[in-house]
């Protein structure tokens, strides 16, 4: 609304950006990386995605929980404070202690919610501070979790035979999650790259920088077309800077 406001007031430009794309396309930028494939992860969104037929076709998703909303969740049922990403992170370094949890994938689509009602219970358990501990569970549900995200990179990584793969999103700045993803690309002969962390997270770079490159091959948008979308989805999206 405050854009919309200050294009009509200061008579300038009015470009709508597609969230999850401007994500992708700061990693572009920022990373001088030209077509990979894209495991976007973060708060709101867990998506593999590839620019094929002038769009960027999704390839895997999330059918529930975002991965970075599912570790937050489960941060906050262990009584970590916000960001619990990090903190996770920094728990299950101190452990290698495995505890199985559902991990759940169908197709090259990925359901996270088992894994978190999992490590909920866990939590909860009689055996919790006995037979483990809160680095176990941490390092446990990271190291299924990201195996899932793996597994679904790499089958799409297969199946576009890209040669450059990119790591965005809030989750991006995880350790573990690089060198896992690094580890298939390596195996795949493909360029690895992971966004600047300043960048990473939302931030309004992103957003200005899509719609520099939309301006430039697009111009700009009517107020009429700028009406908000939450439910959008990039796959159906055109992207004309690409051609």
Known sequence: MVARLLSQLLEI??????????????????????????????GGNTIVSAFESERYQIFG????????NMIDSFAREA?????????IEKLARDSSKY??????????????SGLYTAAKRLLKSKKFGIEYNLNDIAYSLQETAFAMLTEVTERALAHTGKKEVLLTG???ANKKLQEMINYI???????????????????????AWTAILKYLSKGEDTIEDTIIKPKERMDNIEVPWRN
Do not use: W
């Open 13 to 42: 430009p009015l470009v709508g950006v597609n969230h999850c794309i401007a994500h992708i396309e700061i990693g572009r930028q920022m990373c001088k990386i030209d077509d990979p494939l894209t495991l976007y992860v973060s």
């Open 185 to 207: 690309s390596d195996e795949h002969n493909a360029r690895f790259e992971v966004v600047p962390l300043r960048y990473a997270g939302d931030n309004g770079v992103m957003i």
């Open 79 to 87: 009584d970590i404070p916000h960001p619990g990403g990090p903190k």
């Open 61 to 68: 998703e999330t059918l529930d929980l975002a991965i970075g």
């Open 170 to 172: 809030g989750v991006a």
């Open 99 to 112: 505890l199985e949890l559902p991990y759940t994938v169908k197709g090259m689509d990925l359901s996270f």
